[in-house]
C-alpha cells in the first residue's frame, strides 16, 4: 500500500550459451524482480528459467520513484577497447565503456601521467603506480567491464588473430557502436601470413553497423585500461588479478 513502484532495465548475459557464443537480453523487470534475479542467478525469459551471468552486467536507467509507470528505454551505446598480453599464453583484454562516459575516462587517465610521459604503460610503471592507477579505474562512476578473451593457438600471430575475431563476435553479441584494437606494429611487419587485424575486423563486423578502429596507445588513453587489465589478469601472483576480478565479465575461451 502506497510502496512506489520503480522499474529497472537489465543488461543480462545468459550462462548457458552455446560454445564461443553470447546470448545478451535486454530487460525491464521491477526493482522486486531485480534483486530477485541478483539473489537466485537465474532469470524467467519467455517462461524459461535461465541461469545468468553471475554480475547482471550495466545495470542503467532506473525509472524514478514519481514516474507514471514503465516507460520506453534506449539501448545504452557501448564502446569496445581491446590490448592483449603474451605473458601466459596470449590473452585480450577488451574493455566495455559507456559511450557517453569515454570522453570523461580520457580526461582522467591524461591526468594520471607524468611528467613527459605519453602514455600510461603497465609494465613500466611501479607498483605504487600501479596500485594508484588502478584503484582510480576502478573508482570511476561509470564503471567499466572487462572481458577477457583466451587464445588457443601456439603461435603468436594466429592466436592474435583468432582473439580479434573473438573481440568481433563479443561487440556484434553486445551491440557496441565501436571497437578499437590497439596497433601491433610488429606482426604488421612480420607476419605477413597470419589473417591481418584489419581483415578480421572488416570480415567480423560486415553489416552490423558497428565501427572499428586500430589505433596506437598513445593516442587512445582507453586502451591503456585494456592494457592494464590484460597485465593483471595475466599476472601470476593472484593478488594482482583480483584487483581487476570485480570488473570482469565474460571471460571467452577460444
Not at 514503465?70 to 574493455?95: I, Y
Not at 585494456?226 to 570488473?247: E, F, G, I, K, S
Amino acid at each position: 500500500g502506497g510502496k512506489d513502484f520503480c522499474s529497472e532495465v537489465f543488461r543480462i548475459v545468459l550462462a548457458d550459451a552455446a560454445p564461443n557464443q553470447i546470448q545478451v537480453h535486454r530487460l525491464m523487470v521491477s526493482a522486486e524482480d531485480g534483486i530477485k534475479c541478483r539473489l537466485s542467478g537465474t532469470c524467467l525469459l519467455h517462461n524459461h528459467q535461465f541461469p545468468i551471468h553471475p554480475e547482471l552486467l550495466h545495470l542503467t536507467d532506473p525509472l524514478l520513484p514519481d514516474s507514471k509507470g514503465p516507460r520506453t528505454v534506449e539501448p545504452v551505446s557501448t564502446q569496445l577497447f581491446a590490448d592483449e598480453s603474451k605473458r601466459r599464453g596470449f590473452v585480450m583484454a577488451a574493455v566495455e565503456a559507456d559511450s557517453a562516459s569515454v570522453a570523461h575516462h580520457r580526461k582522467a587517465l591524461r591526468q594520471q601521467l607524468l611528467r613527459g610521459q605519453e602514455r600510461l604503460h603497465f609494465t613500466g610503471e611501479s607498483k605504487t603506480r600501479r596500485d594508484q592507477i588502478w584503484k582510480n579505474i576502478a573508482a570511476w562512476k561509470s564503471p567499466v567491464t572487462v572481458h577477457i578473451i583466451v587464445a588457443n593457438h601456439r603461435y603468436m600471430a594466429e592466436a592474435r588473430a583468432q582473439c580479434v575475431t573473438g573481440v568481433t563476435k563479443l561487440a556484434a553479441a553486445l551491440a557496441t557502436s565501436l571497437v578499437v584494437i590497439e596497433r601491433d606494429a610488429g606482426r604488421e611487419i612480420s607476419d605477413r601470413k597470419a589473417p591481418s587485424d584489419r581483415r578480421a575486423l572488416t570480415e567480423g563486423l560486415h553489416d552490423t553497423g558497428i565501427s572499428w578502429d586500430i589505433r596506437e596507445p598513445r593516442t587512445e588513453p582507453m586502451l591503456w585500461v585494456a592494457d592494464a587489465a590484460a597485465w593483471l589478469w595475466t599476472h601470476p601472483d593472484a593478488a594482482w588479478r583480483a584487483r581487476v576480478t570485480p570488473l570482469v565479465g565474460q571471460i571467452i575461451r577460444l
